[in-house]
């Protein structure tokens, strides 16, 4: 006989996802630090008390959030990697991937435009706390991504001699927030898609430029 627990069980996870985007979508729209947990119920057709019944506390909601961003957007990023590596490019492989990866990255972030609000809002507060944590976590696995994609372009002479590879993933990612700080700024994230192979572009000359003996 099926636990009377397991539909219940089902019910809440639905009702978290559906908080989860309706969180989403309101940060695209508004300062993140804005919305309340009574947005979030009259987005989702419930009333604030239910809200409670499914997260603990408004920072529960926030918490989830990044907990879909990091796994939403690393499955994106790796699967792009991963294909990238095996198809036929004018770039060698693991470029390759890192261009797939770079692209991939800017059109989650059209997608979900309000995921960088979420992030650079709580980076914005001094202290630590369990948001920053996560947004910390989510940054590692994506630097252990793109620092492996840079090792094995190293191994295979790909890039130029003595290259700072730390150095290297720290701009890589820095290219994609500029994009996404100035969509933000001038409100057209759309634009990233034509701006972004351009950027890439100039990432990879600096990785591959040889220095003229």
């Keep these: 006989m099926p636990s009377p627990l397991k539909p219940l069980k089902q019910a809440t996870?639905?009702?978290?996802?559906?908080?989860?985007?309706a969180a989403l979508k309101l940060a695209s729209e508004r300062n993140p630090s804005g919305?309340?947990?009574?947005?979030?119920a009259q987005a989702v057709g419930i009333t604030q008390g239910a809200v409670f019944r499914h997260f603990a506390s408004k920072e529960a909601i926030w918490l989830a959030v990044l907990d879909w961003t990091a796994d939403m957007l690393m499955a994106?990023?790796?699967?792009?990697?991963?294909s990238a590596s095996h198809a036929d490019s004018e770039l060698r492989s693991p470029l390759a991937a890192l261009q797939a990866v770079f692209i991939a990255h800017v059109d989650f972030v059209i997608a979900y435009p309000g995921v960088p609000r979420v992030i650079f809002q709580?980076?914005?507060?001094?202290?630590?706390?369990?948001?920053?944590?996560?947004?910390?976590?989510?940054?590692?696995?994506?630097r252990q991504l793109v620092a492996g994609l840079l090792q094995t372009a190293q191994a295979q002479g790909l890039l130029a001699p003595n290259t700072d590879l730390q150095a290297a993933a720290v701009l890589f990612i820095g290219s994609v927030q500029g994009l996404v700080m100035q969509s933000l700024?001038?409100?057209?994230?759309?634009?990233?898609?034509?701006?972004?192979?351009?950027?890439?572009?100039?990432?990879?000359?600096?990785?591959?430029?040889?220095?003229?003996?």
């Design 13 to 21: 996870e639905i009702r978290q996802a559906s908080l989860v985007e």
């Design 35 to 40: 919305i309340t947990t009574g947005d979030l």
């Design 76 to 82: 994106r990023l790796q699967a792009a990697a991963d």
């Design 122 to 142: 709580e980076l914005q507060h001094a202290q630590d706390t369990l948001l920053k944590a996560r947004v910390r976590g989510l940054m590692q696995q994506y």
């Design 185 to 213: 700024l001038n409100g057209q994230t759309n634009a990233m898609a034509t701006q972004a192979p351009g950027v890439f572009a100039i990432y990879l000359r600096g990785l591959i430029l040889r220095e003229t003996p």
